[in-house]
């Protein structure tokens, strides 16, 4: 058994306690440790991305208790590749965080980022659903902080629905987890999908119910119509490298959808049959449709991309909901895209609202440094819109192959392409009005207070569109890599012995049970 | 037994249901620890009731799920925590903006959307 599975999560809750006990007053050493930590947390999960890529799947067993009575954490394909993209993601928001001076607005900055980062690492780990509530949580926690970081009445006021409407998703995800636990007396991942395959055809009420609302729960937090309403404002209002943080967050709840319907309730499984495998398609179809009609109607560019993320969430989803081996490869290429493009938008409009003063659809004197930042809008629009050449096209095209063989394949393609015209027209309205039209006013180019963006928060914006362009180069491998990924999913079988085999604490016991 | 708890569970969670939708921080706040009161009860029952029994495995035959209580108590520590941390940002909301609904209505704050 190695200890490095266990690694990303320690590694931040280590580091955030030392960072507020030992440097809370220099900004300085907070900003070496904070990004030290996340250049080692990209090492480490790029370790551990490697050691899964063959197929194989780590577990830790905390205390070494073995596994339907000890918490485990386990590290398959899927999980390392979510941990090395959240530790790739991280590190280019907290470059902007540091180049823009966002992190000396409020206090804490570094601390509540690596706790963060602590919470999403854990709940891509973890084998056990409790234990996913538990790091939900964790993250939640941090997330509170870091939304309402630099304060403001707005900014505390999207901060309270934020909070509010995820303190009832918890308790939604407790009513599911105490439903799953009275339904089947266990809470770890790969001992639910045995039991769940052993309940009887009569009595699924219970279990129908318990997976309801765990759909419900990860849908909140993966902002799927209709319960994507805490969106558009919080990540409109937080600032800017957290909203670009939180475009992973929406992922978790992508995340879990794939890991327990796959897992623990499979689309051919009788007892749930007629739940997610029916409804979670044209939910989905929903939201990148209402996605792109918010993209369209935005009078704010902030809105703007807090619709486009709606509506690419609507796509990942899309993908996931046909669950087949084919359909979550592409979705799995569309999340790394869909992050990296969201997070790179939402640092390009903290850059125009940093020259602009204001957010408003309006046209505008043009300001310094508007070439540099219009190329960057265009890059982040592309690749977000899905137009060639960049990333969102390719895994647009590979979304759209993977419905062939589904029997909404006519409604799937509609969906997609009239969704994506919207928001292509949406974006160029917006890259219209904000460049384009601002040259041809004529205003004089107001010099005073506004000084360039720094050369840093550049860097971190362009080196997230490099990674986008890297993604599209090298679609090939990527997407043998995430076949392979999807491979491992749809067959678990892998997964569950792993889990379940493993000796420890108590397997004699649990040998004596069976 | 089973009506008195099950009727707890369901009369906290439509009050707590009631609350939340009356859109002003005071009654929300109250509402969402209303619901958790009811998932902390639902989740303590979700071992079976059992009474007087330890809920520890021993030799005896009968026992009580020592499970759902160790959640429990995990749900209760996180909601607490919630809690504090809601009624600090609802009141630096509130005595920021002089406003404690919790929508954006139109016409209301500079952002309503």
Redesign the interface.
């Known amino acids: 058994m190695t200890h490095w599975v266990i690694m990303p999560v320690v590694l931040p809750a280590i580091l955030a306690p030392f960072i507020i006990l030992a440097a809370r007053y220099h900004m300085g050493i907070q900003r070496v440790f904070s990004v030290a930590g996340v250049l080692a947390l990209i090492a480490i999960a790029l370790g551990l991305a490697v050691q899964t890529s063959d197929g194989t799947v780590m577990l830790y067993q905390l205390g070494d208790w073995a596994a339907p009575f000890g918490i485990v954490l386990v590290g398959d394909r899927l999980s390392t590749m979510m941990v090395l993209l959240m530790a790739v993601l991280a590190l280019f928001v907290l470059l902007y965080a540091i180049g823009s001076k966002w992190d000396e607005r409020g206090r804490h900055f570094h601390v509540l980022f690596q706790l963060q980062l602590m919470g999403i690492a854990g709940a891509f780990l973890t084998g056990d659903l409790f234990n996913l509530f538990v790091f939900f949580e964790v993250l939640l926690i941090a997330s509170y902080g870091l939304m309402i970081h630099a304060g403001g009445n707005t900014r505390l006021r999207a901060g309270v629905q934020y909070v509010l409407f995820n303190l009832l998703g918890s308790t939604l995800f407790l009513f599911a987890l105490g439903a799953l636990y009275a339904e089947t007396g266990t809470l770890n991942m790969a001992d639910l999908a045995q039991r769940v395959q052993l309940i009887g055809a009569d009595a699924t009420v219970g279990i129908r119910v318990a997976a309801v609302l765990l759909i419900l729960v990860f849908a909140i937090k993966a902002a799927i119509v209709p319960l994507h309403f805490w969106l558009p404002s919080s990540y409109a209002e937080a600032p800017a490298p957290v909203a670009a943080l939180f475009a992973i967050m929406t992922k978790v709840g992508a995340y879990a959808i794939m890991r327990v319907y796959t897992l623990i309730f499979p689309v051919d499984l009788e007892v749930t049959a007629g739940l997610h495998g029916t409804w979670l398609l044209p939910v989905a179809m929903l939201s990148l449709a209402v996605g792109a009609i918010g993209v369209l109607a935005a009078k704010k560019l902030d809105r703007l991309v807090a619709f486009a993320v709606i509506s690419s969430m609507g796509m990942v989803m899309v993908a996931v909901a046909m669950f087949t081996q084919e359909s979550i490869a592409s979705a799995l290429y569309y999340i790394v895209h869909s992050t990296l493009a969201a997070a790179a938008l939402f640092l390009i409009v903290d850059l125009v609202r940093q020259s602009r003063g204001h957010l408003e659809l309006v046209t505008d004197a043009p300001v310094k440094g508007a070439a540099l930042i219009a190329a960057l809008f265009m890059v982040a629009a592309i690749a977000i819109t899905g137009l060639p050449p960049l990333s969102g096209f390719v895994g647009k095209l590979m979304v759209l192959n993977a419905a062939f063989d589904d029997g909404l394949t006519a409604w799937v393609w509609s969906f997609v392409l009239v969704s994506s015209l919207l928001s292509v027209v949406g974006f160029a309205r917006a890259g219209s009005v904000l460049f384009w039209k601002a040259q041809s006013d004529g205003a004089p180019v107001p010099e005073a207070g506004r000084p360039m963006p720094s050369t840093l928060s550049f860097v971190a914006v362009g080196g997230l569109l490099v990674l986008l362009g890297v993604h599209t180069v090298l679609a090939g491998p990527m997407y043998r890599y995430t076949t392979a990924t999807a491979a491992q999913l749809v067959s678990p079988d892998t997964y569950i012995s792993t889990v379940l085999d493993a000796p420890g604490k108590l397997s004699d016991a649990k040998a004596g049970d069976h | 037994m089973e009506i008195l708890v099950a009727s707890a569970i369901g009369i906290l969670t439509a009050g707590g249901l009631y609350l ?1 939708l009356r859109m002003r ?1 005071f009654p ?2 109250l509402g ?1 620890s209303l ?2 009161y009811a ?2 009860v ?2 303590f ?4 009731l059992t009474i007087g029994a330890p809920p520890i495995l021993t030799d005896a035959t009968t026992y009580t ?1 020592p ?2 209580q160790a ?1 429990v108590l ?2 209760i520590v ?2 607490f ?3 504090a ?2 009624v600090m ?2 009141l ?2 509130y005595l ?2 002089n406003d404690d609904h ?3 209505a139109p016409g209301r ?3 309503a ?1």
Do not use: C, H
């Open positions: 939340v921080t929300v706040i969402v619901l958790t998932v902390n639902f989740l029952a979700s071992g079976r799920d499970l759902p959640l995990t749900a996180i909601s925590g919630m809690t941390v809601v940002i609802a630096g909301a920021g903006t919790v929508d954006d704050g500079e952002d959307v």
